[in-house]
């Protein structure tokens, strides 16, 4: 059995504990659909109690006469954590174009009884296509906490509680490692699990960000097994698969080659009786996966599409091909790959310009594009990662080569080789590897290079990845610096929903491709009634696509502190 610190312990817990919870509220929510009921304000909570309970068990194998006290305290923390979140969650509202267009639909129907798994939505719904086709790993869950809390902006919730996993996870296994300093340990978890995709989703219910923070859990679980095949990191792997083969179908695709990396590691380092537990147990979580808690999409699809990625992959592609400058149609992914890695930060705005100016950079170099764009609450479509990623990626990938040049037993870099290449074939068999929320999975490489590079301590070479360190800090920092924005964003619309309830009229509205507003009016308490509005005659609601006739008069109503404060920033610099 192996004996871990408290403090090992203690991360371990935290962090298995809420990816548990996420987990068996997929599991639960499955079966109750396959059953033929619907989501009730139970699941959520059911799962978390048997997450805690398996923390029991887990404590004693791991910690022994230590068990108890750790238990009850990581219980604590996972339940401050989810409570946090949830909390923390209904400050913002959810700004983001596909959040509103139909990822907060999702757990909309789904807290409203519609059972996936049996029936379709009517194809007159808003964007039917992909709420009756598209898997429901990340939206099942959110569902789960919106039927309990009856606040649909707690959805967001989730992305906080699996961000919080991998950092726990990732720690966890820093600290096993035993080859760092407890700050430095902090500094690697903060860098991999606060990935930029992550952060700048964590305000919004896209699946990107959650995907990326299973993605961290996943490497973390294929680590520690690489070390130590024990029940519970086997069923970490399992738990990992199950989720991340229902989250988007190119999730499917890293969930098998992050299986086949850890499997061919096992393999080169001739753990054969760990091969033959680690396949057995992708094996039937891959199978139940897709059978039990896939049926829906990968099964309905197939029994009445003929094809378990319906509508298929040639429109997935080109729905994202529609994201890309047309200068893009005759490149292969490594060219347009390496077009956006040396690019500046840019959101492009292809809605305007199909085939905008794409102006190169040296690495490091930054001017007012990327700052402007780096500092927005959206994921850019070039350089995504940030203004400093690629000069990041490049000094890290040589630090890297000087360290196993340096090290003289070769055979220590086998592991982390087939770590970076699984990465590395991960991000490049998506054909739009160039836009950074489609591979998440890209910024855990410069990270972990630099890590690695740890092991080769020359003065001068410290210095630099100090450098580098800090330059990573500063990409995160601008991903951060979009949550002030985001909270003045909802105050506005939150005084917007205000007057709208104070006029106590009935409000004539036109939600057009943003049918979620419903909910915000239902949530307000304020009557309307739908109906098309001529354009000259509406107003658009604040971030959205929704437009209404403003009563008349509009109320004028106390301001809050955050609403003054940033109208007074916009007079200063749009007087």
Known sequence: MPQLSVKEGLFFLIGSGLLNAVVFTLIGMSLTFIAG???????????????????????????????????IKSSWIILTVIAGSILFSLLFYDISFDGQMYHIDSAFYLKNGWNPFKKELSPDINQALWLNHYGKGAEAPEGAVYALTNRIETTKSM????????FCLSLFFLLRLNRFSFRKNLLFSFLLSCNPIVVYLLLTTYVDGQLASCLLCFLVAGC?????????????????LIVVLNIKFSSVVFAIIFSGGLLTALLISRQRKSFRKVFLVCALAAGFGVAVVGYFPYITNSLHYHDPLYPGLPMLQSEA???????????????????????????LHIYRDRNPQIPAKIPFSFNRTDIFNALKPIVSHMAGFGPFFSGISILALILFIVTAWWIP??????????????LTCSVFVISEVWY??????????????????????????????????LMALIDLSFSFASFPYVYYQSAKIDYELRQLKASRQTISVQFSY?????????????????????????????????????????PDLPKSWILRMGEKIEHQIHP
Do not use: C
């Open 224 to 240: 520690l097994l690489y070390r130590d095949v024990n029940r519970f990191y086997l069923m970490l792997l399992a738990m990992l």
């Open 409 to 422: 037993d070769k055979k220590r870099l086998v592991p982390v080789i087939v770590l970076l290449g699984t």
């Open 514 to 554: 943003f049918v979620s507003n419903r909910i915000r009016f239902s949530e307000k308490q304020i009557p309307f009634q739908e109906t098309k509005i001529p354009e000259l005659q509406g107003v658009y609601m604040i971030n959205s696509s929704t437009r209404y006739i403003p009563p008349e008069p509009m």
């Open 159 to 166: 992305n906080f509680i699996l961000l919080t996993a991998s």
């Open 436 to 469: 950074a929320r489609y591979v998440p999975q890209l910024w855990f490489i410069p990270v972990i290079a630099l890590i690695v590079s740890e092991y080769y301590q020359p003065r001068r070479l410290r210095k630099l990845r100090n450098i580098l360190y």
């Open 37 to 71: 009921f619907t989501l009730t304000p139970w699941h959520f909570p059911s799962a978390v109690l048997i997450s805690l309970a398996i923390n029991y068990y887990a404590a004693r194998f791991f910690l022994g006469p230590d068990s108890r006290a750790t238990w």
């Open 321 to 347: 091909a529609k994201l890309a400058p047309d200068r893009f149609a005759h490149m292969n992914r490594f060219s347009k790959f390496f077009v956006s890695f040396f690019s500046h930060t840019d959101d």
